[in-house]
């Protein structure tokens, strides 16, 4: 329980009430099934469990697009995501969830713990910046993968991101947000703020330069047009290097005399969740949601 709640228990029970509108029963199972989860998927020791050998998973990293660039002025982290350029297309299905498990855990476990530290308040959310660089309809044949993730986030890391921009929108999102943002649930509408171009200009007033995600950076840049050191979806990016690090000594701590194992740490993967705001952000990407909103758009059209 500790690893949820990291000794904020009455934020992680507003979390769970939020995510269940304010309804104490379903907020409860909610809970009881996130520990559940916990339990019989070893999700405590799942930060022993570094993906190896290296060079897969600098694939995993390479095509699992997705960072940390730094803080806003508030002192919430902030997460960079590939959307448009992610093409899960290196490694097996197990593997991308492992590794987005992980980024979440390190990210309740050390990132969060360590700005409250540093602010001397509470700091239990993030903010997250979608680029949609080069998407394509032909995303859609990755709909089950994010569907699984968005499912797990819903499910046992609810109401963790404060905030969801996104930038570099090309017209087929643009033409689909318009259908989509009504249907929506009001709070996470809310939560969604499209942003024109790179978002730069927004984004620099809720955090400083050094934090923008480098597709942020200036106009016409997209998630592969820079140095790897400033490329927060590499391998070689501090956050990586930081987070993949501290995997590979939490397995030395955990089985010293043992070599690190290879293969995937396999997560019972669940069934799609019928509310959520991860699972409502996917929405529209699945045949049918999709496919109405293209027809509802060459109906506005014509």
Same mark, same amino acid.
């Given at each position: $329980?500790?690893?949820?709640?990291?000794?904020?228990?009455?934020?992680?029970?507003? @979390?769970?009430?939020?995510?269940?509108?304010?309804?104490?029963?379903?907020?409860?199972? $909610?809970?009881?099934?996130?520990?559940?989860? @916990?339990?019989?998927?070893?999700?405590?020791?799942?930060? *022993?469990?570094?993906?190896?050998?290296?060079?897969?998973?600098?694939?995993?990293?390479?095509?699992?697009?997705?960072? $940390?660039?730094?803080?806003? @002025?508030?002192?919430?982290?902030?997460?960079?995501?590939?959307?448009?350029?992610?093409?899960?297309?290196? *490694?097996?299905?197990?593997?991308?969830?492992?590794?987005?498990?992980?980024?979440?855990?390190?990210?309740? @476990?050390?990132?969060?713990?360590?700005?409250?530290?540093?602010?001397?308040?509470?700091?239990?959310?993030?903010?997250?910046?979608?680029?949609?660089?080069?998407?394509?309809?032909? *995303?859609?044949?990755?709909?089950?993968?994010?569907?699984?993730?968005?499912?797990?986030?819903?499910?046992?890391?609810?109401?963790?991101?404060?905030?969801?921009?996104?930038?570099?929108?090309?017209?087929?999102?643009?033409?689909?947000?318009?259908?989509?943002?009504?249907?929506?649930?009001?709070?996470?509408?809310?939560?969604?703020?499209?942003?024109?171009?790179?978002?730069?200009?927004?984004?620099?007033?809720?955090?400083?330069?050094?934090?923008?995600?480098?597709?942020?950076?200036?106009?016409?840049?997209?998630?592969?047009?820079?140095?790897?050191?400033?490329?927060?979806?590499?391998?070689?990016?501090?956050?990586?290097?930081?987070?993949?690090?501290?995997?590979?000594?939490?397995?030395?701590?955990?089985?010293? *005399?043992?070599?690190?194992?290879?293969?995937?740490?396999?997560?019972?993967?669940?069934?799609?969740?019928?509310?959520?705001?991860?699972?409502?952000?996917?929405?529209?990407?699945?045949?049918?949601?999709?496919?109405?909103?293209?027809?509802?758009?060459?109906?506005?059209?014509?």
């Amino acid at each position: $329980m500790q690893n949820v709640h990291q000794g904020y228990q009455a934020e992680t029970l507003l @979390r769970f009430l939020k995510a269940r509108e304010w309804s104490v029963v379903k907020a409860h199972k $909610m809970l009881v099934d996130c520990l559940l989860w @916990r339990v019989q998927n070893d999700i405590d020791d799942i930060l *022993a469990k570094p993906i190896v050998p290296t060079e897969l998973y600098r694939a995993v990293r390479d095509s699992q697009l997705i960072g $940390m660039s730094g803080y806003s @002025r508030e002192g919430l982290p902030v997460f960079a995501i590939g959307a448009g350029l992610s093409t899960f297309d290196k *490694a097996s299905v197990h593997y991308y969830v492992q590794s987005h498990i992980q980024i979440n855990e390190y990210r309740d @476990r050390v990132i969060l713990p360590s700005a409250s530290k540093k602010h001397g308040r509470p700091i239990t959310t993030c903010i997250k910046v979608l680029d949609m660089t080069g998407l394509k309809l032909s *995303a859609l044949s990755q709909i089950k993968l994010l569907t699984i993730i968005s499912t797990i986030d819903d499910l046992n890391y609810p109401e963790k991101t404060n905030t969801y921009y996104i930038v570099n929108a090309p017209y087929i999102f643009s033409a689909c947000w318009k259908v989509v943002k009504p249907l929506l649930q009001e709070r996470t509408r809310k939560k969604i703020q499209v942003l024109p171009g790179c978002g730069r200009d927004e984004l620099l007033k809720i955090m400083d330069f050094a934090s923008l995600p480098h597709f942020c950076r200036k106009e016409g840049s997209g998630s592969s047009r820079h140095s790897e050191n400033e490329n927060c979806f590499s391998l070689d990016h501090p956050f990586h290097q930081q987070l993949y690090n501290y995997t590979k000594q939490q397995s030395l701590m955990t089985e010293p *005399a043992r070599p690190i194992k290879q293969g995937s740490f396999h997560v019972d993967l669940p069934e799609p969740a019928a509310e959520g705001t991860e699972f409502e952000l996917h929405k529209f990407e699945n045949g049918n949601g999709l496919s109405q909103s293209m027809d509802a758009i060459k109906t506005n059209d014509g």
